[in-house]
Every structure is written in structure tokens, then in C-alpha cells.
Antibody
Framework: QVQLQESGPGLVKPSETLSLTCTVSGGSISSYYWSWIRQPPGKGLEWIGYIHNSGSTNYNPSLKSRVTISLDTSKNQFSLKLSSVTAADTAMYYC???????????WGQGTLVTVSS | DIVMTQSPDSLAVSMGERATINCKSSQSVLHSSNNKNYLAWYQQKPGQPPKLLIYWASTRESGVPDRFSGSGSGTDFTLTISSLQAEDVAVYYCQQYYSTPITFGPGTKVDIK
């Protein structure tokens, strides 16, 4: 059973870079697509982007200029970097994957990131 | 971007009664190459990540109770809970994966009347 776990700072200062890591267990990151999705408090879900095991990426155009998703196959992890953050980036950040299926069948528990000075 | 809308925003249904949630996409999510609708439904309870219920618009994920069903094609879709149980209180989201950016509906909150 594939399991995902997000980790990273819960507080980031405005204008700085948010950095999160998703550790995958029970499955190999060397296959399929690996995604980041966020949810501001009390609001809906926003897809940030994904990385394929080949290294190719696809980002939401609304965030594209600030987002980088990368893969570390040696650690079975993938990461998110979001630069120049503002209060609007305060959200629960989830890592998720379809793991070859259809729809996001596997999610981490999420990590709340607050942007504040 | 494909814009997803849902109706109603919220609904309250008596235990054992039917709950129906509608989802509409701004363009068709039916792929002509395989005749599949790239539409999924999720359930999210407070403090939890979303849980996949339905994919390909009508295929139930393994382990999901059969009181949950999905229907529709093209741009109009429905999630039906045939007999609402207390544990079904949640927010439900539709999502299209036909094209990127992947987009979600705004959610429908389901409560017990």
C-alpha cells in the first residue's frame, strides 16, 4: 500500500521560499506521476503541479513562475518549492499520486503552511 | 482551463434518504479516443485529505460502499448517495483530469437533516 508523508516548515516569512518534501513508502517513485495540491483554510482544492518519474513537470499556470517540483529517486521523495510567498499561499499542502490508476487514490495527511512575519 | 462548477453549495438530507450532487465542466471531459469521461469524485471529512470515491465518472474505487454512484457524460455529471449514512457527512468535490491544469469543483457540503 503506497503511503505519502509531507514534511517541512509550518511557518514561512513573506517573500521567502516555501519548501516541502513528500516521502513515499510502500511503492517506488520511479514510476508514475507525483503531485502537489493545496487547500487554503476553509476553501477548495488547487492543483499545483506534478512531476513524472522521467523528470518532466507540469505546473498550474497560475503558479508556474514560482513553482519547482523535483524528484529524488535515491530517497524515494519528491519536493515542492514555491518562491516569493505571500499570505495568499497559506494553505494545507498535500502530496498525492494516482500511482498508475485514475484519480488521486493516494494522499498524504497534509501539512499546514502559514505565511506570516 | 476547464472550470468545474457544482450544485448545490450545500444540502441536508435525512438519514436513509438520497443525496444528489451535480457537477458541470466548462468543456467536455469525454475523450473520443477511449470514450472515457476524465472525471473523478472525492469525499473530504474535516481534518482529513480527500478520499477518491469515483473515477472515469462512474467507476467506484475499491472499498467504496455501493450506495455511492456516479453518472453523466460530456459536461454534466452527478454523484448520488442512495441512502445517506451518518458517516457520509462531508464535503464532496468533483475533479477533471482531461487536461492540465487539473481542476476541482468548489465542493458541496452534505449534512444530516
Amino acid at each position: 500500500q503506497v503511503q505519502l508523508q509531507e514534511s517541512g516548515p509550518g511557518l514561512v516569512k513573506p517573500s521567502e521560499t516555501l519548501s516541502l518534501t513528500c516521502t513515499v513508502s510502500g511503492g517506488s517513485i520511479s514510476s508514475y506521476y507525483w503531485s502537489w495540491i493545496r487547500q487554503p483554510p476553509g476553501k477548495g482544492l488547487e492543483w499545483i503541479g506534478y512531476i513524472h518519474n522521467s523528470g518532466s513537470t507540469n505546473y498550474n499556470p497560475s503558479l508556474k513562475s514560482r513553482v519547482t517540483i523535483s524528484l529524488d529517486t535515491s530517497k524515494n521523495q519528491f519536493s515542492l518549492k514555491l518562491s516569493s510567498v505571500t499570505a495568499a499561499d497559506t494553505a494545507m499542502y498535500y502530496c498525492a499520486t494516482t500511482y498508475g490508476g485514475s484519480g488521486y487514490g493516494y494522499w498524504g495527511q497534509g501539512t499546514l503552511v502559514t505565511v506570516s512575519s | 482551463d476547464i472550470v468545474m462548477t457544482q450544485s448545490p453549495d450545500s444540502l441536508a438530507v435525512s438519514m436513509g434518504e438520497r443525496a444528489t450532487i451535480n457537477c458541470k465542466s466548462s468543456q467536455s471531459v469525454l475523450h473520443s479516443s477511449n470514450n472515457k469521461n476524465y472525471l473523478a469524485w472525492y469525499q473530504q471529512k474535516p481534518g482529513q485529505p480527500p478520499k477518491l470515491l469515483i473515477y472515469w465518472a462512474s467507476t467506484r474505487e475499491s472499498g467504496v460502499p455501493d450506495r455511492f454512484s456516479g453518472s453523466g457524460s460530456g459536461t454534466d455529471f452527478t454523484l448520488t448517495i442512495s441512502s445517506l449514512q451518518a458517516e457520509d457527512v462531508a464535503v464532496y468535490y468533483c475533479q477533471q483530469y482531461y487536461s492540465t491544469p487539473i481542476t476541482f469543483g468548489p465542493g458541496t457540503k452534505v449534512d444530516i437533516k
